[in-house]
DNA sequence: CTGTTAGCGCGTTCAC
DNA sequence: GTGAACGCGCTAACAG
């Protein structure tokens, strides 16, 4: 019992028949449709999707990658990408299409031609531009069914939803004068534009002469990476009395390494993340940080990318961050 | 440029040439493959791997399922899941097949039966045994290629690979007695039959005395529902001096909590986690924890799921937890 | 060494 | 209302 042939011999029809039937598509009468369909359940048949989506022109899967072009290790571990995951999960589910999940490590040039042309899906979700920008314009020039988690720049040649970074780093600046702090650092990756967003929001809101002695602190999105950045800085001496980190993994790697050299949060030291993930909530202390809508951003990536595969023209988005505060500042 | 046929013509050759040019199967002369090769990179053509894997009666896909039975939320941010899909991704990716991914909320009985049957993928890895224990037999009965993380049990009809978690409560049981920690308590879900495990684990291990005040509070998964939970146990003026968290994500909202009613850990409470994911190091303190070796997991689940496509008779595999001491105990 | 042919499992026009 | 025939894009015999 492996086809609809099978199934149409057995129940004495045509395999279009049974195709009628189990599809509900075109015109069949009532009572052989019901007959189909009771022999369908009872051999525990059901239509091939491989073979159905080959017909049909289509996969009926949407690709998910996440390109690993400046970090390498453990990018799916990132409370972030499994948040952003997870949602696109339902909202994919809910229209009816699988998810298609690709780490990729862009060693080839044009890993995302590949994937693209190998006809695996029906479009691709791409989370976060990395440092991959121009391989993706030059995909997004010949293929529509793209859409990319980040920062906007009218100069590309795709669309994206993602966060306004620049305004989540005036908003940190904000937070930090307010709070009195002076002596400030900014920890966080530079290669990927939406961190170099955050960092330039972050410094131009900032006043001269505070913005004069701001330290930049080059630092790996992992826990390890960002700790043992955090353990360095503080360990030459380095006492800011405020710091914001990129991303709230950063930030709790900070505390960390604050608390083995004696600093306090936010007794001696106010503290700012970014993203709001779960763990934020539940770090010691809870964390302040830049709220990003990650389920709202999922929500919308799939509506554009389902709007765009019925041919419609469809603009990007961002996303307004906003500040939660909590116990870390 | 759609299909082997364009090509076919644009280079003057058969079809099954310039399929056995793109494939490196079969016999072909050296020149003409050339040929066709740079004609293919020329217009930018890749062989359809849908058509291709029909053709070839496989999918190229593996499945993995998240079978969200006793927990609703959010269940992919959990630190464990996303770790072990990142590892999953690697493995698969290595072997050449794509993942599948989906999360399932088992309202349908027949929920694993449906998708099997749809024919959507080669095999499937399901994480997690949640509370359908049934379902997976039911299916498992019929249809070889799945492989299940979590406990083994001789009764189950599938094949699984999981943490011996009987083993984990015992190390947290012993760790906490040694610590001199008298008045315990064990924080977890009970639904899923690997938490009753870790906490069958921890209880037989204990001594009388201590057994019999053991506090066990049932919590949610989520690290707003396990940090709800830990502070209604304190502020209902509850002070244990150690506590077993049947995860790291317990754990920390168990940190959070007890901060708030003004009780210091390790100082004043002794704290044990389980699973030992990443944050698990970034924590403040840092969690002292049962380690499970998410990356050999994902590996051994692979390759187990690998070996029976390819007929193999393969068992289940137990991996043995181990103790990783850091501050918070 | 290369071309012809017959499907993989299904959907869909056409007839009847 | 239903069946026969064709083709989605590809691979694998079988010929030549």
Redesign the interface.
Known sequence: MRSIADLARIAGVSVSTVSRALTGKGTLNEKTRERVRALADAH????????Q??RLGR?G?IG?LLPLGHERC????D?F???M??HL??EL?ERGY??????VLPKRKDWL??FV????TDGIIVIGQSDQGATLNRTAR?YRNMVVWGAHDPANAYITVGSDNVAGGQIAARHLVARGRRRLAYFGNIAAPEFAAREAGFLETLPDDIRRDVDIVPVHL???G??EAAMAYFGAGNRPDGIFAASD?IA??V??AA?EHGIAVPRDMSLIGFDD???A??????LTTVHQDIAGGARLLVDLLCRRLAGEHVASVTLTPRLVERESS
Chains 1, 2 share one sequence.
């Open positions: 525990g048949f059901r239509l091939n999707v491989a073979a989506n080959l996969t899967a998910v453990q990018h799916l571990s409370p990408f499994s948040a995951l997870g999960a339902d589910a699988d998810l298609l999940l690709s780490r031609d590949d042309r190998s006809g695996r010949s992992t826990p390890e960002s700790y993994i709790m790697s505390i960390g608390a993930v779960l763990v909530r539940i770090a010691t202390p809870p």
